[in-house]
């Protein structure tokens, strides 16, 4: 996708889809709401990172950097192929994700049908697996194997586990992956469907001139695959422990600071090798996406490293990233990188030189623009063409939510600003976002509804809770439908017959 054509699409993660399995997925569901796009006008569906979820729920914790989340493997092409039996469905929340009883009824579902899979796939499915196997063999070996240990030890972190395995001595490895043979098996299973979904939705999605965007984390979880793996490339000790971790340091909106505990790279071993981990990373996931968000992009000019030792973010200090030379190795294998930069929070200069000489958008935040002056950067008349405008992101709250609970000050410059009140809010930002020079503007569906703070995807910092909002389609009717296409057609955004004006 060209980053610099003017577009617009909606933020909603394939979790939040309906369907009747409990959580969305790819199934149905998820082309349905391609289809819903294109009624609208859009032509971009961001996601966050499709990647497993980690503690707390999270999208942004996962097990591997590389696998995608078992639980978005949608049961009716399964069923369909004949190797899983209609399930019986519980009577799942259709507004909310429970995780803890969904996903063991989902991991329930998928052994079944790779049982069915092992049983009685026809010759070119089995060699289709096959195929993809040695394809993806680069990461997808050790993820499986980290996975087939880690499920007899009931997720035990991999610090934990047996020297030989934590240590990756090769005769242990080779006994562990002849005795989780079958374990191994079901997980290469999952991870083949999960390939074959998206991709088969990435491709309706652009058939209909819809781009996906994906979400890419910065840094990985410590009990993951790819610390197991490479425990070379982080900073942690004898015992792999780590000895710093990530996070950002306290500001106004937390004295604390955030300490993430996300383990650090060792960025100068990275660099010898020519940043060949990056560039695998990256790779996957154009394999998945048109374009993708990379997240907290500020660190790759400097970090926020924390010891380990410290409970919170209070004490820390910053490190020079790797800059300029990650991005042109990138560039180097994989051509010019689609990526729009994360550039929130505490941005220095040099942050800003970064991503102007990789050539990536920023992105603004209209929710920010009203608690100064009318010369705030994040005021839409302050934005440069090279960016992407939003009402908000999942970390922030709705538009209606925000109003509810802004300041009086904020409050009245929004409303003399966007010329609204709080009934027509969500549009009034929505139209300010799409009515900029911003080239891309994306707004969360929650937004797009006119929905308030009980629908919101995430409050930073707080564990529990997050990440488990859906919506119904009976939510989205003829209106707002109506109304984004008028808007973004008017933009220059979409297609000006939207607009239905007369001859």
């Known amino acids: 996708m060209n980053l610099n054509q003017r577009a617009s699409g909606v933020l909603l993660h394939i979790t939040s889809l309906p369907g009747p399995h409990g959580m969305g997925d790819f199934g149905p569901d998820a082309y349905r709401f391609v289809d819903w796009l294109r009624s609208a006008g859009q032509s971009i569906w961001q996601l966050l990172p499709t990647t497993p979820i980690g503690p707390g729920d999270s999208p942004y914790q996962g097990v591997s950097a590389f696998a995608g989340s078992p639980w978005m493997v ?12 209609q399930p019986e469905v519980p009577a799942f929340n259709a507004e909310q994700v429970d995780y803890g009883g969904v996903t063991p009824w989902r991991e329930q579902q998928l052994r079944a049908a790779a049982d069915g899979f ?13 195929a993809w196997c040695e394809a993806q ?54 991870q083949w469907q999960f390939d074959v979904q998206i991709r088969a939705l990435k491709a309706y999605a652009n058939e209909h001139g819809v ?31 780590t000895t710093v971790v ?16 996300n383990p650090l790279y060792r960025w100068d071993r990275m660099a010898a090798d020519g940043y060949a981990w990056w560039t695998a990373r990256v790779r996957r996931a154009l394999s998945q996406a048109d374009l993708f968000r ?32 990650l991005f042109d190795a990138i560039n180097t294998a994989l051509g010019p990188l689609p990526i729009v930069a994360e550039d929130l929070g505490i941005i220095t200069e040099d942050v800003h030189a970064l991503r102007d000489d990789c050539g990536f958008p920023g ?20 934005w440069p063409a090279s960016s992407v405008a939003y009402t908000g992101t999942h970390d922030n709250d709705t538009v209606r939510g925000w109003w509810n609970q802004a300041k009086p000050r904020e409050r009245a410059f929004a409303g003399a600003y966007l010329a609204c009140g709080e009934h027509d809010i969500h549009w009034a930002m929505i139209r300010a976002c799409a009515n900029s020079v911003a080239n891309m503007a994306v707004y969360p569906l929650q937004d797009v509804l006119g929905l308030d703070s009980a629908h919101r995807m995430n409050v ?44």
């Open 211 to 241: 781009h996906l965007m994906g979400d890419l984390p910065i840094f990985v979880a410590h009990d993951s695959a790819d610390c197991w793996s490479r425990p070379d490339l982080y900073a942690l000790d004898e015992n792999f422990q």
């Open 137 to 190: 063999h680069s990461w997808l070996d050790d993820y499986t194997l980290f996975m087939a240990i880690r499920s007899p030890l009931n997720g035990q972190p991999w610090w934990a586990w047996e020297d030989g395995l934590k240590r990756r001595d090769a005769k242990a490895l080779a006994a562990a992956r002849m005795r989780h043979a079958d374990e191994i098996a079901f997980w290469q299973f999952v």
């Open 363 to 382: 992105m603004k935040i209209l929710q920010f623009a009203f608690g100064a002056e009318a010369d705030h950067v994040y005021l839409p008349h302050s």
């Open 294 to 325: 990379i997240d907290h992009f500020r660190g790759f000019a400097g970090y926020y490293e924390i010891p380990a030792s410290s409970p919170d973010a209070q004490q820390g200090c910053w490190r020079t990233g790797p800059g300029m030379a």
């Open 74 to 85: 949608a049961l009716e092409p399964l069923i369909a192929k004949g190797w899983l039996a």
């Open 118 to 130: 092992f049983a009685r796939a026809a010759a070119a499915d089995r060699a289709a697996l096959a």
């Open 460 to 503: 930073p910092g707080v564990l529990g809770g997050n990440w488990g909002w859906r919506f119904c389609w009976d939510w989205i009717g003829a209106e707002p439908t109506r109304v984004l296409g008028l808007i973004t057609a008017a933009a220059g955004r979409g297609p000006f017959e939207l607009l239905r004006l007369p001859a």
């Open 246 to 261: 990530a996070g950002v340091p306290p500001d106004d909106l937390g004295p604390l600071g955030q300490r993430w505990g």
